[in-house]
């Protein structure tokens, strides 16, 4: 797997345990050496690593190598045990030449980087003292003796050493300092200083302040980011450099994964402290462990430029992030434009030429050219379509290197990606050439743009005028005046014609919509007729028919979406029958009798659309709802005076899962709308306006977002008898997950899909990274950020063409007709129905074929019909 996918990071833990289990430490050096180089590694895989080391290193040259791996180790975040191990370790090479001065330099570093940690810098503080202790009874001279002067004066400087150090740790806020107070004066043989006392005082009261948050945090799970953030936010009340940096390591190294935090961060390391090391090793570390987030590049390169660090460096930063993986086509177009306004400022264009405008113009060429062939290969985008980096490169060529001949080249070639179009796009190229050009490219430009573009044709006409009214000749202004005439008349002809298009479509859509009505109505009639002559055996389905909120009353009032817990943002799974409406409810069917006997005494009620402003359209209720009629009035009745509630049935009385509730007051109904989605048996109930569809085409209810959501996740191939809970407790451990949608179908049975929201953009990233690949039940899932696809419309037929009739893909299947789906009419039949019915002049009308008006839909026969022109055949 790490041959395919160097940067699986869970892949790289597991190889590291496996390993560890085998004994096989070579491979196991070089595992996880690979894995330090790609990710910092945390706490725990550190302490792992130098235990190892530590048992394996006996030479004096292996100790060495031990300590480079403790200096790797301590970069990457700041950890009291890391510091403690080092410090102890340390101390076995006493012996060698300088190692006590090196024991004390590493205590030193680590009480500067850990000292002031409220919790675990006190183990740091006493381990430093019982070093300095076991130095001073070194130090003590032999029991009977006198200690010369030079030994007197060994023995004073250790005692002051260590006095120093109590003094020290008591003047900062440490849990059990009271302790450590009442240690110090047990060792001191003299009494401790008022400053002392003082500074121990001021930092019990600072330790107060401290323990509600160092108590939150002991409190909360992980990974704590709300109540690290309050920790910071007190920090940076009080202002104090050194205790805003720790708590900013200590958060980090709990939430690694969190490009929020290491923005803020850096932001803080950038404006307050500027030390170049610290800065600069603050955002290596911020890239390493989000390599994804753009932002993050982006800091660290402008943080390079600002400390001054070497061109070759900053360039070899830049590869990096463009392996980085990015997840959106617009981060490659974002740090792309960094790097080059980068080098854009290196540049002296005081100068013809420069070895610095010529890598400028190289990476402006190699930036259009990774865009074209790296990028759109990956996303099927370009991430830059209205082409701002060659935009910036023409700017850049025309204002700085007076080089037009380069600008217009350039901008003819953004013209020929789809831009001629654009108003915005010409009148952009035109302001250029005003400031940096001549009044004739000016002139040439805008009457390219009047006879090119088409969303705002009428505003570079104007601006065409205006130029030739304050600087053209008279001949000039007449031939603008001429084309823009000619230009705004095609125009507006195309626009007349579009509008009697689309008129013509809606009066098509009008009269088919009344033919379907109408053939409905006649199948209706025809089961009424034929359920009359064969007596009372289907009677309970007689009596549904026509019930309140009926199946054929049903397109003008459901909503997509709706009432089968699908989400918009996938393609919903619809069973379609002949007539492209489900032919079965999915959900539970209800034996016959009991149908019958339950509703066959409603009266039949049809929906009056003049009462939609006092109406609600309720759905996504569950099918097995028990009468839902008393369970939403006693929902509703606080919202107003309810008239009716009218639930939809099928013909075989089984719950349809939503129903229209009507009230007293047009204030009733509006004050409903606030119960979307309450929670009702299980499911979100979805409460919308009464809207008649027919009527109002573009009135649309989706519930989710149908665009990219960085903070949300799309997870597939999931198991179906994986619940909400089971998912949660394998999504919680990346952030803190605000809400899991499993998506099902009309019966409320799973897909295998969800939808996983979290806090932020950083939680989501994280977990796309831990869960992609992951089993779960046997399963593997795959995990994305949610970025539904956009849904493709049907494409409406052309003026002049038939408009046929298509048959429901579902009838047919991907790949046409099936064996078993053939017609099976006889042939004789099949050319009567062909023949077409004369018209009242005697003339035989065209053939379907060759007509170019819709053809008519064929009148329906019943079973007597059909009957008498067998046996006439």
């Avoid at 705004?488 to 859509?509: G, I, T, Y």
Wanted: net charge neutral; hydrophobic share 35%; proline share 5%.
């Amino acid at each position: 797997k790490l041959s395919i996918n160097a940067f699986d990071y869970n892949c790289h833990l597991d190889l590291i345990k496996l390993l560890r289990q085998e004994g096989e430490l070579v491979k196991l050096r070089r595992a996880r050496q690979k894995m330090s180089e790609l990710f910092p590694l945390t706490e725990e895989i550190w302490l792992d690593w130098l235990k190892d080391e530590i048992k394996m290193a006996s030479e004096i040259s292996e100790r060495e190598k031990v300590y480079e791996l403790f200096e790797r180790a301590v970069k990457d975040y700041i950890c009291p045990e890391i510091w403690l191990e080092y410090a102890q370790y340390s101390i076995g090479g006493i012996g060698q030449e300088g190692g006590i001065e090196k024991v004390r330099s590493i205590f030193e570093r680590a009480l500067t980087a850990v000292g002031l940690h409220v919790t675990k810098g006190t183990a740091l503080w006493e381990a430093y003292r019982e070093f300095e202790n076991a130095i001073l009874e070194t130090a003590q001279p032999a029991p009977g003796s006198i200690p010369s002067p030079e030994q007197q004066q060994v023995l004073c400087s250790q005692l002051e050493k260590i006095h120093m150090l109590f003094r020290r740790q008591l003047g900062i806020p440490l849990l059990d300092m009271e302790a450590s107070y009442a240690e110090y004066e047990e060792w001191s043989e003299e009494p401790i200083p008022e400053t002392t006392i003082k500074n121990y005082k001021k930092a019990l009261q600072q330790l107060e302040k401290c323990k509600p948050y160092e108590e939150a945090l002991l409190g909360a799970e992980t990974p704590k980011l709300a109540e690290y953030q309050a920790y910071i936010d007190f920090e940076m009340k009080a202002g104090d450099p050194a205790r805003i940096q720790l708590i900013y390591e200590r958060a980090l190294a709990e939430n690694c994964l969190v490009p929020d935090l290491w923005a803020r961060y850096n932001q803080y390391l950038d404006r307050q402290l500027k030390v170049k090391e610290l800065v600069l090793s603050a955002h290596d570390r911020a890239v390493r462990n989000c390599p994804w987030t753009v932002g993050l590049w982006i800091r660290y390169l402008l943080a390079m430029e600002r400390h001054r660090v070497e061109h070759s460096i900053i360039s070899e930063i830049f590869e990096k992030a463009l392996n980085a993986g990015f997840i959106q086509a617009t981060d490659y177009v974002e740090i792309w434009q960094a790097y080059l306004d980068y080098l854009r400022r290196r540049v002296d264009f005081t100068q013809d030429s420069s070895k610095e405008l010529e890598e400028l113009r190289s990476a402006f060429a190699r930036a259009v050219e990774y865009l074209k062939q790296e990028v759109e290969e990956r996303f099927s985008e370009s991430g830059d379509p209205s082409c701002t980096i060659m935009q910036n490169w023409a700017r850049v060529e025309a204002r700085l290197c007076n080089n037009m001949q380069k600008a217009r080249e350039l901008w003819d070639n953004i013209m020929t990606k789809g831009n001629a179009k654009y108003a915005n796009m010409w009148l952009e190229y035109y302001n250029l050439e005003r400031a940096h050009g001549d009044t004739q490219h000016c002139r040439k430009a805008l009457h390219r743009a009047v006879q090119c573009t088409s969303d705002y044709p009428e505003h570079v006409c104007e601006v065409l005028l205006t130029l030739e009214r304050i600087e053209g000749t008279l001949e000039d202004w007449d031939a603008a005046v001429q084309k823009t005439e000619n230009r705004l008349a095609r125009v507006n002809e195309q626009r007349a014609k579009a509008a009697e298009k689309e008129a013509a479509l809606a009066k098509q859509e009008e009269e088919r919509a009344e033919q379907r009505k109408q053939a409905r109505a006649e199948k209706k009639a025809s089961k009424k007729a034929k359920k009359t002559r064969i007596g009372d055996k289907r009677k309970a389905d007689e009596d549904d028919e026509g019930e309140w909120g009926q199946e054929e009353e049903l397109p003008s009032k459901r909503h997509r979406g709706e009432g089968d817990g699908v989400l918009p943002e996938e393609d919903m799974e619809v069973e379609t029958g002949l007539f492209g409406r489900s032919e079965k409810p999915d959900g539970p069917a209800i034996p016959k009798e009991k149908a019958s006997t339950s509703r066959k005494d409603i009266p039949k009620v049809f929906h009056d659309s003049s009462k939609d402003k006092v109406t609600v359209f309720v759905s996504n209720l569950s099918y097995t709802m028990a009468e839902p009629e008393a369970k939403l009035r006693e929902l509703f009745g606080s919202c107003g005076e309810v008239v009716e509630i009218r639930a939809v049935f099928n013909n075989k009385g089984t719950f349809r899962g939503y129903c229209y509730v009507q009230f007293r007051e047009e204030e009733a109904a509006r004050q409903a709308l606030a119960l979307d989605r309450t929670a009702v048996e299980g499911r979100p109930m979805f409460v919308s306006p009464c809207v008649d569809k027919n009527k109002n085409p573009d009135f649309k209810v989706f519930r989710y977002s149908t665009t990219l959501e960085k903070h949300k996740l799309f997870i597939s191939g999931l198991p179906f008898s994986c619940t909400k809970e089971e998912l949660e407790e394998v999504c919680k451990a990346h952030g803190n997950v605000k809400d899991i949608r499993l998506v099902t179908n009309r019966a409320g049975k799973p897909k295998g899909l969800a939808y996983v929201e979290y806090e932020n953009e950083a939680q989501a990233s994280q977990a796309v990274l831990k869960m992609d690949g992951l089993t779960v039940k046997d399963h593997v899932i795959k995990v994305m950020i949610s970025n539904p696809p956009l849904r493709k419309l049907p494409d409406r037929p052309e003026p002049g063409r038939a408009s046929l009739p298509l048959a429901p893909r579902q009838i047919y299947g991907a790949r046409g007709k099936g064996r078993t789906q053939l017609s099976m009419m006889p042939r004789a039949l099949q050319r009567q129905s062909n023949l077409v019915a004369k018209a009242e002049n005697g003339m035989v009308q065209n053939s379907p074929a060759t007509s170019s008006d819709p053809p008519a839909e064929p009148k329906k026969m019943s079973n007597a019909d059909f009957a008498k022109m067998l046996l006439k055949k």
